[in-house]
């Protein structure tokens, strides 16, 4: 447990440094990753908490970077800094799930 908040941490201290939450586009991506990732670990592995963890930010991670591979083919404007929006709100709707609010 003491590694996850770690690692929870230096996710947090990454995007407030970098600037990653203060564009409306960014905090699109992190809203509907942490939606997609909190909703995804709510469906399966009920039992399992790091199984029901990976899951959820498996899904959000996927959808993420299916999106920005959709915008790189020009139906949109890739930014590598979307997937990082992306990939810390799957950590964070997948930890509070499985970590806060199920188990």
Do not use: P
Not at 69 to 97: H, R
């Amino acid at each position: 447990m003491i590694k996850i908040i770690l690692i929870v941490s230096v996710i947090y201290s990454y995007a407030f440094s970098s600037n990653l939450l203060y564009e409306k586009d960014k905090q699109l991506h992190y809203a509907s990753s942490f939606a997609i990732a909190y909703y995804a670990s709510s469906c399966l592995y009920k039992d399992d908490k790091f199984k029901s963890f990976l899951f959820g930010i498996g899904a959000s991670v996927i959808i993420g970077w299916a999106k920005e591979y959709v915008d790189g083919k020009g139906y949109g404007t890739k930014d590598i800094e979307d997937i990082d929006a992306d990939m810390f709100g799957a950590l964070s709707g997948a930890f509070c799930y499985t970590y806060i609010y199920k188990f």
